[in-house]
């Protein structure tokens, strides 16, 4: 009895990025294998950032790849011929030729149903370029997952049918403060939680601190992340004479940037091209003020003047006018921080899990059907 019992737990297959670095991807995939672990579900994980452990190879690119490449291919096969499911955190570019699409076809030849939850902002442009290499890989998947209203509509332009099942937060973790949030409008904490890559669209935040600061002199911003946009960023504050407004923080973990979180007045987030950015509900979840652009899928997570401010992208003097509103309408700023921490509820995982373990049963149910030799 026993012995059948073991036999009925479902087996899922994970494969994706972990910590570190402390990516959006990386974080939800962590967070999924220990919430699934926790309600007594088998997981095997297969790391797709996993270092070379030859010393000799790492130092050797093209070989260092190929070496990684294989390694992983032989995981996924050996993965495939053991689970009930897999399920594949997938992104657009290399990333998806490398790491998503030999699953799906290792899926296929084992007869493994395997579950694509991608989560590109850039999709739609990965689409235009790359689409007719795309659709063979991805018409194997059981099923496709999107995290958001965005990408859905973006699949579904390509002609690819998709489900939504949002990014989880850790309600526990992101939390708002227990006394009453008070910003000081002369000397206001803003914080960015992104890395430092032209995407996210840093320098018009910085800039925008340069345009506030002839108004509000003891502005603070601190930008959390690492990327190789640096240097590029240091030089651009000492040209702006910045060097008493912003500091860098380097990448932190999780538990940091919830610290950070509970420190700031204001999160920005300048980016250029965005999906479901986490840290945008992880300040919300904190209580903390947002003022984004309107870009991707920002405008089907937020609502302008109800749970965020949003702006124009590449515009420095928009995002200093929203970051004003919030430094001079104290009921402004006390409506989004109140109606943030209220709609960051619905993501989490005792909301979102149903969704998860009813279409992991539901493959592998399909997969019994058709007589799957991974079971």
């Known amino acids: 009895m026993?012995?059948?019992?073991?036999?009925?737990?479902?087996?899922?297959?994970?494969?994706?990025?972990l910590p570190p670095p402390y990516g959006g991807m990386a974080n939800q995939l962590n967070q999924l294998y220990q919430l699934l672990i926790q309600e007594g579900i088998q997981v095997s994980l297969?790391?797709?950032?996993?270092?070379?452990?030859?010393?000799?190879?790492?130092?050797?690119?093209?070989?260092?790849?190929?070496?990684?490449?294989?390694?992983?291919?032989?995981?996924?096969?050996?993965?495939a011929?053991?689970?009930?499911?897999?399920?594949?955190?997938?992104?657009?570019?290399?990333?998806w030729q490398l790491f998503s699409a030999p699953v799906l076809w290792i899926g296929w030849l084992r007869n493994t149903p395997v579950i694509i939850n991608y989560r590109?902002?850039?999709?739609?442009?990965?689409?235009n370029d790359s689409i007719k290499w795309v659709l063979p890989s991805i018409n194997k998947a059981s099923a496709v997952i999107v995290p958001s209203g965005y990408l859905k509509a973006v699949f579904s332009d390509f002609g690819i049918e998709s489900a939504i099942i949002p990014n989880i937060i850790n309600l526990e973790r992101f939390h708002v403060k227990s006394t009453c949030r008070q910003m000081n409008p002369l000397r206001p904490h803003l914080i960015i939680t992104r890395n430092l890559e032209a995407i996210y669209g840093i320098v018009t935040a910085i800039n925008a601190i340069a345009l506030l600061r002839k108004t509000v002199p003891d502005?603070?911003?601190?930008?959390?992340g690492s990327g190789p946009q640096l240097k590029e960023l240091q030089q651009l504050i000492i040209k702006e004479n910045l060097q008493q407004n912003v500091s860098f923080t380097g990448k932190l973990t999780v538990e940091e940037i919830t610290d950070l979180y509970l420190s700031s007045d204001i999160m920005l987030n300048p980016t250029t091209v965005d999906n479901m950015p986490n840290s945008i509900l992880e300040a919300m979840a904190c209580g903390v003020p947002v003022v984004?652009?309107?870009?991707?899928?920002?405008?089907?997570?937020?609502?302008h003047e109800e749970t965020a401010l949003l702006t124009e992208v590449n515009n420095p003097s928009a995002m200093v006018k929203q970051i004003s509103r919030l430094l001079n309408e104290p009921?402004?700023?006390?409506?989004?921080?109140?109606?943030?921490?209220?709609?960051?509820?619905?993501?989490?995982?005792?909301?979102?899990?149903?969704s998860w373990l009813a279409l992991y049963e539901a493959q592998r149910g399909l997969?019994?059907?058709?007589?799957?030799?991974?079971?």
């Open 2 to 17: 026993q012995q059948m019992d073991k036999e009925n737990i479902l087996h899922v297959g994970l494969c994706g990025p």
């Open 46 to 79: 297969v790391q797709t950032n996993v270092l070379c452990p030859y010393k000799i190879i790492q130092k050797i690119k093209g070989l260092r790849a190929l070496f990684c490449l294989i390694s992983y291919v032989q995981h996924i096969w050996n993965l």
């Open 81 to 95: 011929g053991k689970v009930h499911v897999i399920h594949v955190l997938s992104n657009s570019g290399w990333s």
């Open 120 to 127: 590109g902002g850039e999709a739609r442009t990965y689409f």
């Open 219 to 224: 502005v603070l911003l601190s930008i959390a």
């Open 292 to 303: 984004t652009t309107e870009v991707g899928g920002i405008p089907y997570l937020v609502k």
């Open 331 to 354: 009921d402004l700023y006390r409506t989004l921080s109140e109606n943030g921490v209220r709609d960051v509820q619905q993501y989490n995982w005792q909301g979102i899990k149903q």
């Open 367 to 375: 997969a019994e059907l058709k007589g799957s030799k991974a079971i």
